[in-house]
């Protein structure tokens, strides 16, 4: 098979740092179709039978450095009888060798070692030696035999028989080599040795763990006599997208016997045949061009494909190959400076995403990818960044198959070679201009293209990540571009250098702030701008996502952006107790490291869904459904797809309870805007109180994602009527009877109890039916349990004062007034960081038990945003039920709401606490019209909104004990039921995790007078 690369027959140990050995006898990089004997299996998707899988139990050893390894362990004779045992693939870390290490953007050895590119660490340089025994499948006996390793991090030796193989680096890219002349009659012997670290190593500083070893599959692979090894597929649509061509470039392994006949047949999804081809291929190559009229072209929306089989016959008329490979007819291409789909202007609603698994690392198995392509799916997202590395070949299988837009990005970020704690200082950066660093740079851009061209759903070739600017990188714009003008070529770093701004065929920036990106928008941009990374959605985050999405409508070159990123990096691990918990950098013992910082998913490692997840569906929403009280409008922003292809279904909704439900036929053609209006039965709207109309767009069909009735876009319009403002309770004829003591204020009413201290400055107990309710006085509060972009905003530095004043205050006046069937007490206080602010709390007991709670604050100038304005207490551990008329369902905050809808809807204390990967502020509503807490008897209090609306938290953990924790088993055992309710807290922001502000309309300004009330009721 051929090879392009060195050729050796002895290994040697410099070439780990010697950048311009990188492949030797490895064989050259080819497409990653498949192939069968017969048509049957060919149909039928059946596994390769001219493959045998390698996965499984290897023997292993584990050394530290290249000193210590077993030098001579490739030999025949060489006992490794007490070696230990390592599963294929896996992480070397995570099967008890050494030890996982995450980190950003510095290089792992930093302050370990003082070394630069292509120089490697001498100590710690960690060698994992693989032994694999196997006999030749008898269907590859008398045949050439290859050994394909799919990916091995990060440089890897092998041997078969004692005999040298080869050598590779690339650690995402398949690695194959020959073993024929190797071979022996019985039993094998196939070494393998692992380094950590190597030249490649500066070429993959991505932000993620630290591995090294065999981590993706294994296996031995034959070929038919006559062999199609490189297959090129490229489908052309002319200007009017009706007239499809699909070329086919064959190459043979071998010369093509005479009188060999290939036969293309492309087959519909119903397996009908579309049209056919005959040609006698010439020594190694074969060209075949097939025209189809009006193909059904692919797309996210509808991703159409067809099948070509490839059959190679001999001379004899004997079927030699099968190759089915799928196909989608699609044209994407620049027009007028807009990236067009089809013909059609294309918003990327994408995602960054690393492959991971939270007990296996990278190392991620066939039914993830399909949880996460599903996932994907249902939540509206429509790309994907391959972050920041090829995939395996199965992932964008999947990509074609349900509907995904693909940029694929190539084993490249030198991250740490340019930008320091943020500075950009590239005096060392490489590549760079550096000549040296082409040929292997160079080999993984072409390792990726040559494996992933067939593939439709890719639409754009991205060069690396975060490796600044310079001519190498320039000319792998340019060998993407010569290979393959089908798709576009993207790479953010020129942002930092204009001297090679034709790297990118688009504008592509990280993190820009939404008022940046339309400075840019406005100033007559030469290129069409995407965010291939925006929203690092890095714990507690997401807040003023809608700021990035309005620019869709609003400027043609805005074409979306991927949200950093999909999924935590953490990897589950035991405490000293034997308790799983996910784990971030440093749980390992790993330093130098970037702690939490890999904790950025809209999902969770363990692969739920973060709360995060419900605004992003919202906000990628293809379908705008706008209601009123009459119909709905809709805007049909799909690019192909008619909303006649759902069911449209209306809710009527009065004070959170459906009392009417119906549906409309929809007809709304891509890209326009309809209406439809609502038949509502007479008289229904007639009762006083707050409805809600909800309309909903659903499946019709089941797809490969979902079920029927699965809802993919909503909207909802809320209004009131015959409603009046809430006045105080009317008089009422239950009676009460007051005592003023000298310390407490007790009022005492038919079944109920409530006091108030004088020396705690409180209320001190809420007693219904025998049952005490407060076990911790209620208390202003303006501190939240930071949040990971607090964290990086400097939030303790920049407000910590509010923690301060919810931690010490003083109560400076008590007042008590009993007025008829009602008792007012108020509390005054007074806090140390500044002397003109002050918070009253004013209770106001009803004969019924029912309590009003007023908390006013009077600001000042000279104090930084207030994170919280609220009133905070303990009530017992039982009260954990927990029913909402809020918006929901999941947790919400005022720059992270559109996604939300009004309604009632349940969960307990306990899990209203998200799982981010550090302890922080989660599980406030948005909203809130009034909350039940029950225990399981269906007792316990109501908090309920007066006039306005509230934000309330219910969680096992006060503030103060998540601030004081690292990780979720720090926290203490539950005992309480903490209650927030607060007049309005500051939003989540989302911009960055480093310093981003969260945007001026969702903070508190603290020079600002603010109050707000609520009922606290029994049930």
Same mark, same amino acid.
């Given at each position: 098979?051929?090879?392009?690369?060195?050729?050796?027959?002895?290994?040697?140990?410099?070439?780990?740092?010697?950048?311009? /050995?990188?492949?030797?006898?490895?064989?050259?990089?080819?497409?990653?179709?498949?192939?069968?004997?017969?048509?049957?299996?060919?149909?039928?998707?059946?596994?390769?039978?001219?493959?045998?899988?390698?996965?499984?139990?290897?023997?292993?050893?584990?050394?530290?450095?290249?000193?210590?390894?077993?030098?001579?362990?490739?030999?025949?004779?060489?006992?490794?009888?007490?070696?230990?045992?390592?599963?294929?693939?896996?992480?070397?870390? +995570?099967?008890?060798?050494?030890?996982?290490?995450? /980190?950003?953007?510095?290089?792992?050895?930093?302050?370990?070692?003082?070394?630069?590119?292509?120089?490697?660490?001498? %100590?710690?340089?960690?060698?994992?030696?693989?032994?694999?025994?196997?006999?030749?499948?008898?269907?590859?006996?008398? !045949?050439?035999?290859?050994?394909?390793?799919?990916?091995?991090?990060?440089?890897?030796?092998?041997?078969?028989?004692?005999?040298?193989?080869?050598?590779?680096?690339?650690?995402?890219?398949?690695?194959?080599?020959?073993?024929?002349?190797?071979?022996?009659?019985?039993?094998?012997?196939?070494?393998?040795?692992?380094?950590?670290?190597?030249?490649?190593?500066?070429?993959?500083?991505?932000?993620?763990?630290?591995?090294?070893?065999?981590?993706?599959?294994?296996?031995?692979?034959?070929? &038919?006599?006559?062999?199609?090894?490189?297959?090129?597929?490229?489908?052309?649509?002319?200007?009017?997208?009706?007239?499809?061509?699909?070329?086919?470039?064959?190459?043979? +392994?071998?010369?093509?016997?005479?009188?060999?006949?290939?036969?293309?047949?492309?087959?519909?999804?119903?397996? %009908?045949?579309? /049209?056919?081809?005959?040609?006698?291929?010439?020594?190694?190559?074969?060209?075949?061009?097939?025209?189809?009229?009006?193909?059904? +072209?692919?797309?996210?929306?509808?991703?159409?494909?067809?099948?070509?089989?490839?059959?190679?016959?001999?001379?004899?008329?004997?079927?030699?190959?099968?190759?089915?490979?799928?196909?989608?007819?699609?044209?994407?291409?620049?027009?007028?400076?807009?990236?067009?789909?089809?013909?059609?202007?294309?918003?990327?609603?994408?995602?960054?995403?690393?492959?991971?698994?939270?007990?296996?690392?990278?190392t991620i198995t066939k039914e993830d990818m399909l949880w996460d392509v599903?996932?994907?799916?249902?939540?509206?997202?429509? *790309?994907?960044?391959?972050?920041?590395? &090829?995939?395996?070949?199965?992932?964008?299988?999947?990509?074609?198959?349900?509907?995904?837009?693909?940029?694929?990005?190539?084993?490249?970020?030198?991250?740490?070679?340019?930008?320091?704690?943020?500075?950009? $200082?590239?005096?060392?950066?490489?590549?760079?201009?550096?000549?040296?660093?082409?040929?292997?740079?160079?080999?993984?851009?072409?390792?990726?293209?040559?494996?992933?061209?067939?593939?439709?759903?890719?639409?754009?070739?991205?060069?690396?990540?975060?490796?600044?600017?310079?001519?190498?990188?320039?000319?792998?714009?340019?060998?993407?571009k010569s290979v393959d003008p089908s798709r576009l070529v993207h790479y $953010?770093?020129?942002?930092?250098?204009?001297?090679?701004?034709?790297?990118?065929?688009? $504008?592509?920036?990280?993190?820009?702030?939404? *008022?940046?990106?339309?400075?840019?928008?406005?100033?007559?941009?030469?290129?069409?701008?995407?965010?291939?990374?925006?929203?690092?959605?890095?714990?507690?985050?997401?807040?003023?996502?809608?700021?990035?999405?309005?620019?869709?409508?609003?400027?043609?070159?805005? #074409?979306?952006?991927?949200?950093? %990123?999909?999924?935590?990096?953490?990897?589950?691990?035991?405490?000293?107790?034997?308790?799983?918990?996910? *784990?971030?950098?440093?749980?390992?013992?790993?330093?130098?490291?970037?702690?939490?910082?890999?904790? !950025?998913?809209?999902?969770?490692?363990?692969?739920?869904?973060?709360?995060?997840? #419900?605004?992003?569906?919202?906000?990628?929403?293809?379908?705008?459904?706008?209601?009123?009280?009459?119909?709905?409008?809709?805007?049909?922003?799909?690019? @192909?797809?008619?909303?006649?292809?759902?069911?449209?279904?209306?809710?009527?909704?009065?004070?959170?309870?459906?009392?009417?439900?119906?549906?409309?036929?929809?007809?709304? $053609?891509?890209?326009?805007?309809?209406?439809?209006?609502?038949?509502?039965?007479?008289?229904?709207?007639?009762?006083?109180?707050?409805?809600?109309?909800?309309?909903?767009?659903?499946?019709?069909?089941?797809?490969?994602?979902?079920?029927?009735?699965?809802?993919?876009?909503?909207?909802?319009?809320?209004?009131?009527?015959? #409603?009046?403002?809430?006045?105080?309770?009317?008089?009422?004829? %239950?009676?009460?009877?007051?005592?003023?003591?000298?310390?407490?204020?007790?009022?005492?009413?038919?079944?109920?109890?409530?006091?108030?201290?004088?020396?705690?400055?409180?209320?001190? =107990?809420?007693?219904?039916?025998?049952?005490?309710?407060?076990?911790?006085?209620?208390?202003?509060?303006?501190?939240?349990?930071?949040?990971?972009?607090?964290?990086?905003?400097?939030? =303790?530095?920049?407000?910590?004062?509010?923690?301060?004043?919810?931690?010490?205050?003083?109560?400076?006046?008590?007042? @008590?007034?009993?007025?008829?069937?009602?008792?007012?007490?108020?509390?005054?206080?007074?806090?140390?960081?500044?002397?003109?602010?002050?918070?009253?709390?004013?209770?106001?007991?009803?004969?019924?038990? =029912?309590?009003?709670?007023?908390?006013?604050?009077?600001?000042?100038?000279?104090?930084?945003?207030?994170?919280?304005?609220?009133?905070?207490?303990?009530?017992?551990?039982?009260?954990?039920?927990?029913?909402?008329?809020? #918006?929901?369902?999941?947790?919400?905050?005022?720059?992270?709401?559109?996604?939300?809808?009004?309604?009632?809807?349940?969960?307990?204390?306990?899990?209203?606490?998200?799982?981010?990967?550090?302890?922080?502020?989660?599980?406030?509503?948005?909203?809130?019209?009034?909350?039940?807490?029950?225990?399981?008897?269906?007792?316990?209090?109501?908090?309920?909104?007066?006039?306005?609306?509230?934000?309330?938290?219910?969680?096992?953990?006060?503030?103060?004990?998540?601030?004081?924790?690292?990780?979720?088993?720090?926290?203490?055992?539950?005992?309480?039921? /903490?209650?927030?309710?607060?007049?309005?807290?500051?939003?989540?922001?989302g911009d960055d995790s480093w310093g981003a502000p969260v945007h001026d309309?969702?903070?508190?300004?603290?020079?600002?007078?603010?109050?707000?009330?609520?009922?606290?009721?029994?049930?």
């Amino acid at each position: 098979m051929k090879t392009n690369y060195r050729t050796e027959t002895q290994p040697n140990i410099n070439w780990l740092s010697d950048v311009n /050995v990188f492949a030797v006898n490895r064989i050259s990089s080819h497409s990653d179709h498949v192939y069968y004997e017969t048509m049957t299996e060919a149909s039928s998707n059946a596994p390769m039978k001219m493959r045998h899988s390698l996965n499984g139990n290897w023997k292993f050893n584990y050394e530290v450095n290249p000193q210590s390894r077993p030098e001579d362990f490739y030999k025949i004779d060489f006992d490794y009888s007490a070696w230990g045992d390592i599963t294929v693939p896996g992480h070397i870390q +995570l099967q008890g060798y050494g030890k996982a290490q995450y /980190v950003n953007t510095m290089y792992p050895w930093d302050g370990h070692n003082d070394i630069r590119p292509p120089e490697i660490p001498n %100590d710690y340089n960690p060698v994992g030696s693989y032994i694999k025994s196997f006999h030749v499948p008898f269907n590859m006996k008398n !045949n050439p035999v290859y050994i394909s390793f799919q990916g091995v991090e990060s440089a890897f030796y092998v041997w078969l028989n004692g005999e040298f193989v080869g050598y590779s680096e690339d650690s995402f890219t398949p690695a194959e080599f020959e073993l024929t002349p190797f071979l022996t009659v019985g039993e094998n012997k196939l070494a393998v040795e692992v380094y950590q670290r190597s030249t490649g190593s500066w070429l993959e500083d991505q932000d993620f763990w630290r591995f090294s070893g065999i981590f993706r599959d294994v296996y031995l692979y034959t070929v &038919p006599k006559i062999h199609v090894n490189d297959l090129k597929v490229r489908t052309e649509l002319d200007s009017t997208y009706k007239m499809g061509t699909l070329n086919i470039d064959l190459s043979f +392994l071998s010369e093509v016997p005479s009188g060999t006949k290939v036969v293309a047949i492309l087959t519909d999804k119903s397996g %009908d045949s579309v /049209v056919s081809h005959t040609i006698e291929p010439e020594q190694l190559i074969g060209n075949i061009s097939l025209e189809v009229n009006t193909p059904h +072209l692919w797309s996210a929306e509808d991703p159409y494909l067809y099948k070509l089989y490839i059959q190679t016959f001999n001379k004899s008329d004997h079927l030699v190959e099968v190759i089915p490979q799928k196909v989608g007819f699609r044209r994407f291409e620049m027009i007028d400076k807009i990236m067009h789909i089809n013909g059609k202007r294309i918003v990327f609603k994408g995602v960054n995403r690393h492959e991971f698994n939270c007990y296996s690392g990278r190392t991620i198995t066939k039914e993830d990818m399909l949880w996460d392509v599903k996932t994907l799916k249902r939540n509206n997202i429509n *790309a994907v960044r391959t972050s920041h590395y &090829p995939n395996q070949t199965y992932w964008y299988e999947l990509c074609d198959e349900y509907g995904l837009y693909v940029i694929d990005e190539m084993n490249l970020e030198t991250h740490g070679s340019w930008q320091k704690m943020g500075a950009v $200082e590239p005096s060392w950066n490489i590549p760079g201009n550096k000549k040296e660093w082409e040929n292997i740079v160079m080999d993984r851009a072409i390792s990726m293209y040559e494996r992933d061209k067939n593939h439709p759903s890719i639409l754009i070739w991205s060069c690396g990540n975060e490796s600044y600017a310079g001519e190498v990188i320039l000319n792998v714009s340019k060998y993407f571009k010569s290979v393959d003008p089908s798709r576009l070529v993207h790479y $953010e770093g020129v942002f930092y250098n204009r001297d090679y701004n034709d790297t990118s065929d688009m $504008e592509s920036r990280m993190y820009a702030k939404p *008022a940046d990106i339309e400075q840019y928008l406005k100033e007559n941009p030469q290129k069409p701008y995407i965010s291939c990374e925006y929203m690092h959605a890095m714990g507690n985050s997401l807040g003023g996502m809608y700021k990035y999405t309005d620019l869709e409508h609003k400027y043609p070159m805005y #074409q979306g952006g991927f949200i950093w %990123d999909y999924m935590d990096q953490s990897i589950t691990k035991k405490d000293r107790y034997g308790n799983e918990f996910l *784990a971030y950098g440093g749980d390992f013992g790993d330093r130098p490291t970037d702690y939490e910082f890999c904790g !950025n998913g809209i999902v969770y490692a363990n692969r739920e869904e973060s709360p995060k997840i #419900q605004e992003v569906k919202f906000l990628y929403q293809n379908v705008k459904l706008i209601p009123d009280r009459t119909g709905v409008t809709i805007i049909n922003d799909n690019l @192909f797809t008619n909303v006649n292809e759902y069911d449209l279904e209306y809710i009527l909704y009065l004070e959170g309870k459906e009392i009417y439900r119906s549906k409309l036929s929809v007809d709304v $053609e891509a890209q326009s805007k309809g209406r439809s209006d609502f038949d509502w039965p007479n008289h229904l709207q007639t009762e006083s109180g707050e409805y809600c109309i909800h309309t909903s767009l659903k499946l019709k069909e089941k797809t490969l994602w979902e079920d029927v009735g699965y809802e993919v876009a909503f909207g909802q319009f809320v209004f009131t009527e015959k #409603q009046t403002e809430l006045s105080e309770k009317e008089s009422l004829k %239950d009676s009460f009877r007051v005592v003023e003591g000298d310390v407490n204020i007790g009022v005492h009413g038919n079944d109920f109890k409530i006091m108030f201290s004088k020396q705690v400055g409180s209320l001190i =107990s809420v007693n219904y039916a025998g049952k005490e309710m407060i076990e911790s006085p209620p208390a202003p509060l303006f501190w939240r349990a930071t949040t990971d972009n607090d964290r990086g905003y400097a939030q =303790s530095f920049q407000s910590g004062c509010w923690l301060t004043a919810s931690l010490a205050r003083k109560c400076t006046e008590v007042t @008590f007034k009993e007025e008829k069937n009602r008792v007012k007490v108020a509390f005054t206080y007074k806090f140390s960081i500044n002397d003109e602010i002050e918070t009253k709390v004013i209770y106001t007991v009803y004969a019924d038990g =029912s309590i009003r709670v007023k908390s006013a604050y009077q600001g000042a100038n000279g104090l930084p945003i207030m994170p919280i304005f609220a009133v905070s207490f303990k009530i017992p551990a039982d009260y954990h039920n927990l029913e909402w008329y809020a #918006q929901g369902p999941e947790e919400n905050y005022s720059d992270r709401a559109m996604g939300t809808k009004l309604g009632i809807f349940k969960n307990q204390v306990t899990n209203n606490l998200s799982k981010y990967l550090m302890p922080q502020e989660s599980g406030n509503r948005t909203g809130v019209r009034w909350v039940n807490v029950t225990d399981q008897k269906g007792q316990g209090i109501k908090i309920s909104s007066f006039n306005k609306a509230l934000e309330c938290n219910f969680s096992p953990y006060t503030a103060f004990e998540l601030e004081n924790a690292q990780h979720h088993y720090e926290l203490p055992n539950v005992h309480y039921t /903490v209650v927030t309710v607060a007049g309005k807290q500051m939003g989540v922001g989302g911009d960055d995790s480093w310093g981003a502000p969260v945007h001026d309309e969702h903070l508190i300004k603290s020079n600002e007078d603010m109050e707000f009330e609520f009922f606290v009721s029994r049930i």
